[in-house]
């Protein structure tokens, strides 16, 4: 069983930054996807972007080229980095993590609420 503890997230206006952490309770080697969602009011939870182990990213087109997903396997956490936020990036955001043995299952994150103002 792996826990994942987020921190970070609040308030915010429109154009500013916000810094979400998400810290795994011990490594698995068979975690090499990790990642952010997001959901906001009415509509499904979504990708914002993912990290493999060995850095490769993927991010969704509305966040490309304003959020930053890092991670620190040392210390299994994982980083969103949000930058020039928008109204439209308002919503309670997961930490997530995926593991692939003995079978596939999904870890995730308490949730965070980030809200950004006009």
């Known amino acids: 069983q792996v826990q994942l503890v987020q921190s970070g997230g609040g308030l915010v206006q429109a154009g500013g930054s916000l810094r979400l952490s998400c810290v795994a309770s011990r490594s698995r080697f068979s975690i090499n996807v990790m990642g952010w969602y997001r959901q906001a009011p009415g509509n499904q939870r979504e990708l914002v972007a993912e990290?493999?182990?060995?850095?490769?990213?993927n991010y969704a087109a509305s966040v490309k080229g304003r959020f930053t997903i890092s991670r620190d396997n040392a210390k299994n956490t994982v980083y969103l980095q949000m930058n020039s936020l928008r109204p439209e990036d308002t919503g309670v955001y997961y930490c997530n993590a995926q593991d692939r043995f003995p079978a596939p299952r999904d870890y995730w994150g308490q949730g965070t609420q980030v809200t950004v103002s006009y």
């Open positions: 990290i493999t182990t060995g850095g490769s990213t």
